[in-house]
């Protein structure tokens, strides 16, 4: 059985680091392309950054040169470093396979609350 669990939210000051984490177990993530997605109150679950299989990346725009998407392999985790936090990175977080597709859709995990507020 696959499951995803997302770790390291918190509430930050603007401008303030945070690192998310996303273990999983049941599936040998490296073999994937994975990504974190965020979704924030009354909006659509939107990706925010992807590694390949390959640990090619790629990053929304409104991200870019903020995040860094990163894997260990070794812990079957992977990781978002999020720098120079804004309020608009208010949501909660989750990773799951990119692009998102079946049988993955039923693996969404709890998510982790990322609040950016001073």
């Known amino acids: 059985q696959v499951q995803l669990v997302e770790s390291g939210g918190d509430l930050v000051q603007p401008g303030g680091s945070l690192r998310l984490s996303c273990a999983a177990s049941?599936?040998?993530?490296?073999?994937?392309?994975m990504g974190w997605y965020r979704q924030a109150p009354g909006q659509q679950r939107e990706l925010v950054a992807q590694?390949?299989?390959?640990?090619?990346?790629f990053y929304t725009d409104s991200v870019k040169a903020r995040f860094t998407i990163s894997r260990d392999n070794a812990k079957n985790t992977v990781y978002l470093q999020m720098n120079s936090l804004k309020a608009e990175d208010t949501a909660v977080y989750y990773c799951?396979?990119?692009?998102?597709?079946?049988?993955?859709?039923?693996?969404w995990g709890q998510g982790t609350q990322v609040t950016v507020a001073s």
């Open positions: 590694i390949g299989s390959d640990d090619n990346t």
């Open positions: 049941g599936v040998i993530l490296r073999r994937y392309s």
């Open positions: 799951n396979r990119s692009p998102l597709q079946l049988p993955w859709t039923r693996y």
